[in-house]
């Protein structure tokens, strides 16, 4: 299987092609439109700030490319957040796939949240055999409400989308490549779509 992760400058690339490599896959890194387009299934990856990230979408001109992407595309962490309409981190236009703005904790909360949480209501093939209530790895001090594309949820003071879909593009809010045996078996769902 050609898997591709768009290579932007975003911070968890290389956790995330270990991850990979332990599923048995050599994922290819690229900022190349062309070669991105070609991928079986191509990798959304992101740690970061949103204004900074898409200013270097727009620079490679991927920005363009990823919402016509046809094969599945999983955006993780920011690469989830880009592909919503908006964030307000930055005050950034987002990529506009996932119809839903992100939005900042309150100030009530400490944030980033770190650490381990439980995800629920999943409805995905993407959470093929993972059990209502598992844990995962987050960090993040934004995260996109609910809304009709949610799913999977979780909660730190709200309740907010930990996983979005539409068509063959998903998104998880969490780090699957650091999530343990959960976050393989999500990313081996996410190979067999």
Request: aromatic share 10%; with cysteine.
């Amino acid at each position: 299987m050609d898997v591709v992760i768009i290579n932007y400058g975003a911070g968890n690339i290389q956790s995330i092609r270990f991850a990979f490599e332990r599923l048995g896959i050599h994922p290819e890194l690229s900022d190349q439109a062309e070669r991105i387009a070609r991928a079986d299934r191509v990798i959304f990856p992101g740690v970061g700030e949103a204004g900074s990230a898409m200013e270097k979408l727009k620079h490679t001109g991927l920005d363009g490319l990823i919402p016509q992407l046809r094969q599945p595309v999983l955006g993780i962490c920011l690469g989830m957040q880009l592909m919503c309409r908006h964030s307000e981190e930055g005050d950034t236009p987002g990529l506009g796939i996932f119809d839903t703005e992100v939005v900042r904790f309150g100030s009530h909360l400490k944030v980033p949240q770190i650490g381990w949480n439980q995800i629920t209501g999943l409805k995905s093939p993407l959470f093929k055999g993972v059990p209502e209530g598992s844990y995962i790895y987050l960090v993040h001090s934004f995260y996109a409400p609910l809304c009709a594309a949610t799913t999977a949820t979780s909660s730190y003071g709200p309740e907010y989308s930990a996983a979005l879909a539409k068509g063959n593009f998903y998104g998880v809010q969490f780090h699957p490549e650091k999530s343990s045996t959960v976050g393989a078996r999500i990313l081996k769902n996410f190979l067999e779509l």
